[in-house]
């Protein structure tokens, strides 16, 4: 398998991880609550977890809130989406002016709820964020493939994996 | 060929302001918002590291955005752990008679109004009084630093990407990615 495939594959493991953990929080708070305490906790720093604006499982309510559960699940399909379209490559990112549009409708809901100007509904965080999350993928996964090819391959440029190639 | 611009220099001042930001009461609520604080913190260390490049210097690539990132987001989870703990020695005891005084107020207010049950109030507020004698805590301090050492550079690296994408040159440097 190519390198970039397999860190590709490593990624998509990584963010299955992440959503995963967000759904496993509320899910096995009955069976093992030390593990889904430890999941809430993991999610506190990035995440204000109000109860009133999360998503629920069984009664209880998922690691994140509304709009990070809609933005990391969308992040999620989006990032399945790259290795259906083979856009690996830096160079098949999008116009810079789609991460601008993507992020605008959040940036927007965020401030005017702030300002009391407008309440943000369940709706605008869905939508807000799934828009964000599912355009993000685009710009940040293909220069990380990138970025740890080149890593690799100045690794191997000073002689590294020297032994790792001459046991193959 | 002039050598590419030291990251570890842009990683410590953006790590200052990430741990900062993300530290002071108020300031830190930014981080509600998915991380928002410290992902700008990777997208500030991007663009001021492209503010160093000059002509003669190599390309910008986005290796470069990743191990900046990466620094960038450790020492900003070092910074963090840093000015919280310096916050909970000077300020620690107004900090939790404020939290103490305003949560007692509004559980009790919610008694007098009927929405919750007077055992539920006590509950609550033994919750609270143990969460800020476990604040001070250095169990608390460790398992913090261990969490935000993990997420810190992953978003501080997502930042520096989405970065590297805006601030990217218009004619990237070729790459082999496949090996």
């Known amino acids: 398998m190519k ?3 397999r860190t590709y594959l490593a990624l998509l493991s990584l963010v299955v991880l992440w959503c995963g953990g967000i759904l496993l929080a ?3 708070s009955a069976i093992t609550p030390g593990v889904s305490s430890f999941l809430y906790s993991f999610y506190s720093p990035i995440c204000h977890q109000t109860d009133a604006r999360s998503f629920h499982l069984f009664g209880q309510k998922l690691g994140v809130c509304i709009r990070c559960s809609s933005i990391y699940g969308s992040f999620f399909l989006s990032v399945l989406a790259i290795a259906v379209t083979q856009r690996f490559s830096a160079h098949s990112m ?3 002016l789609w991460i601008m549009l993507a992020i605008l409708p959040m940036v927007v809901d965020v401030l005017l709820t702030f300002t009391g100007i407008h309440v943000s509904t369940m709706l605008t965080r869905v939508v807000t964020g799934a828009l964000f999350g599912s355009i993000l993928p685009f710009f940040v996964v293909p220069p990380l493939l990138e970025g740890i090819a080149q890593l690799r391959n100045q690794y191997l440029a000073r002689g590294g994996f020297v032994y790792a190639r001459k046991t193959q | 060929m002039l050598e590419k611009p030291n990251k570890l220099r ?3 001042i953006c790590g200052a302001v990430i741990g900062v930001v993300s530290a002071t009461p108020g300031l830190s609520l930014i981080n509600c918002c998915c991380c928002a604080g410290v992902w700008l913190g990777g ?11 000059t002509e003669g210097m190599p390309p910008l690539e986005s290796s470069d955005a990743l191990m900046l990132g990466l620094m960038a987001g450790v020492v900003g989870a070092f910074a963090a752990v840093l000015v919280n703990v310096l916050i909970l020695v000077t ?3 107004i900090e939790a008679e404020l939290v103490r005084s305003i949560a007692g107020k509004v559980l009790d207010r919610m008694s007098e109004q009927g929405s919750l049950p007077a ?3 006590e509950t609550l507020k033994d919750q609270i009084e143990a969460s800020i004698k476990d604040s001070g805590r250095m169990s608390n301090i460790f398992g913090g630093l261990f969490i935000t050492l993990i997420v810190y550079p992953i978003f501080t690296i997502l930042g520096a990407l989405l970065g590297y994408s805006i601030f990217r040159p218009k004619t990237p440097p070729q790459t ?4």
């Open chain 1, 3 to 5: 390198f970039t495939k």
């Open chain 1, 26 to 28: 509320p899910a096995v």
């Open chain 1, 94 to 96: 999008p116009n810079r």
């Open chain 2, 10 to 12: 842009i990683a410590l």
């Open chain 2, 43 to 53: 997208l500030l260390a991007m663009y001021l590291y492209k503010q160093e490049f």
């Open chain 2, 91 to 93: 300020f620690g005891p």
């Open chain 2, 119 to 121: 055992d539920m109030v």
């Open chain 2, 176 to 179: 082999t990615l496949a090996q």
